[in-house]
């Protein structure tokens, strides 16, 4: 029997086809092959991205040169850009303003063939950690009210480079998903006095059932109503409502439970496309008390068709429960 | 300069990448080729449905046998099964019901070639009064809140058989961008006074710059913040908040407008996938004097990656003013 299930935190709905419980092998998989060739991310062609804004490098190198384990470049083909005003005007009826804002891709390593599940412990800390200073960083300019992490791992997944890389976009609005969970979780927090995102978590811990691992102060959990077949969301145990709240010591803790969490994917659906989003309170609007940031990994398994168009719900073949199992119990 | 662009009815914000201006030959198109096999949807194959629901055919022909022009019949493999009751229910914090719905297939003409631009204008009408007469016949099931009527073109918009067919979901609960679209065309109403889309229509044809194409009845626009590039409006110049509102005499002038959209489409973007939505109130709304039905049909041409999961807003490369005159100049 299909199941409709309701996201704690915004209200989407999915329709759980429970009886197809899809298994990672009933899927098409798009695996990626590495296909090389000529790529600006890796040492020796800094010159063909844009100046870097930010690195870690060896000492004594100089910028845009060798020498760096991670590097921060604005996108080449911005989809938002940094200069000028916002200026909001109107067309008649219609509303609109100019594209600011700041598209920078994260370069997380040197080496073409490392990605994310392969990459040493503390590469995956640098990332991390690459993440909170350009958050602090741009926090302080005052046109940005929202900065956007994500990954697109694979062409199927939006990816149009193959070196392993992470994007952010500064943004001068809050943008409509956030401000719906935002809203979302305080409606709940004013009705209960609680965390939805804190009551998930204990809940899930009590349940057992879509925990796909857990460390000291990490949860990686199959949410109870996924989008996508084998969403993995990777939360906090503590509260905290922004990423750079988090003390300098569990950026490695985290590191490890994410490095795990893909690897496990990897491992069960091979390498198939998948994004992930790390989800933060607005800037400027840090400390609250109802929400709670996150990572949210969705492999890229199913389309986007015309039901989940025009309904914004989505059809997920595949129980979060069967997901968190298998993705518990696959060797490593 | 990027712009910033905000639908007026639900507010929804896209990036429209103005400078790139992605005409049809940038986009890498993924060309339908009919592949053949055998085919559940060809004439003499009626067994291998579920049986049919509602058929038009010769006088004199037998229910499942051929000699239909269109077929509607239950999906064989249904996101939603008509048999039960709802039964609400927690889990914990968490909601979830049985999933009480129908699925159903429209199998638009019986050959397997024929598709929606090359069908004969009478078929398409056919087809357009199939869809009233199933929302008719299921608006009277007290289950069903909302029908939502939608195709997907092409593998990579969702279809899984080539033989040209639409679908139909009855819903036990209203979906959440329909909920959106009501909510912010009420909002617009009891500010204004007037409906949202009907102003929308008048100064897209007062402006021009974003008109497809229009007859007496209806008119195709790109619209103001398309999440598509390509993406086309069809609808009617008539308020209607329901589908099945629409005169006897009137399908024709639809077919027509909606038949030419969709051969410009073709004509300018290859056989690209594509999908398309009727949007229409809810079932035992009729007569809302803020909803305005229509169709959207959006060309499969990007992907729905990081960014856009994260922030539920769409970076379109393609102005709608560019995609409105290259569909009103391609010459059919």
Redesign the interface.
């Known amino acids: 029997?299909?199941?409709?299930?309701?996201d704690?935190i915004i209200?989407?709905?999915v329709?759980?086809?429970t009886e197809?419980g899809k298994r990672p092998h009933d899927f098409v998989i798009e695996e990626e092959v590495v296909k090389g060739g000529f790529c600006p991310f890796c040492p020796g062609n800094e010159h063909t991205t844009p100046p870097e804004i930010f690195a870690y490098r060896e000492p004594g190198t100089e910028p845009n040169t060798p020498g760096w384990s991670l590097r921060v470049v604005h996108n080449k083909?911005?989809?938002?850009?940094p200069q000028?005003d916002l200026d909001r005007q109107g067309?008649?009826?219609?509303?609109?303003?100019?594209?600011i804002g700041t598209h920078e891709v994260i370069i997380e390593n040197p080496d073409h063939m490392t990605t994310l599940t392969n990459i040493p412990i503390d590469g995956f800390v640098g990332v991390l950690s690459a993440y909170r200073e350009r958050i602090r960083t741009l926090a302080e300019d005052p046109r940005f009210k929202y900065v956007?992490i994500?990954?697109?791992m694979g062409r199927?997944?939006?990816?149009s480079l193959e070196h392993s890389h992470s994007?952010l976009?500064g943004?001068?609005?809050v943008?409509?998903?956030?401000m719906?969970e935002l809203n979302g979780s305080k409606f709940y927090y004013n009705w209960k006095e609680r965390c939805?995102f804190c009551?998930?978590i204990r809940?899930e811990l009590q349940?057992k059932v879509r925990v796909v691992k857990e460390n000291e102060e990490f949860v990686a959990i199959c949410p109870?109503?996924p989008r996508s077949p084998f969403e993995v969301w990777i939360l906090p145990k503590m509260h905290y409502s922004s990423y750079d709240q988090l003390p300098e010591g569990s950026y490695r803790l985290l590191a490890e439970i994410f490095r795990e969490t893909l690897q496990r994917l990897e491992k069960s659906l091979g390498k198939a496309p998948y994004?992930?989003?790390?989800?933060i309170a607005p800037i400027g609007e840090s400390g609250l008390p109802y929400y709670h940031w996150h990572f949210?990994i969705?492999p890229k398994l199913t389309?986007?068709?015309?039901?989940e168009?025009?309904?914004?719900?989505f059809?997920n073949p595949t129980p979060p429960e069967d997901a968190a199992q298998y993705l518990r119990e696959v060797e490593l």
């Open positions: 029997m299909p199941e409709l299930r309701k704690p209200g989407r709905w329709i759980i086809a197809r083909f911005p989809a938002l850009i000028g067309e008649g009826m219609f509303d609109k303003m100019a594209g956007l994500f990954k697109n199927a997944a939006g990816a994007q976009i943004l001068p609005i943008p409509e998903l956030v719906e939805v009551d998930m809940q349940q109870f109503a994004n992930f989003i790390l989800h949210e969705m389309l986007m068709a015309g039901f168009w025009g309904s914004g719900f059809i």
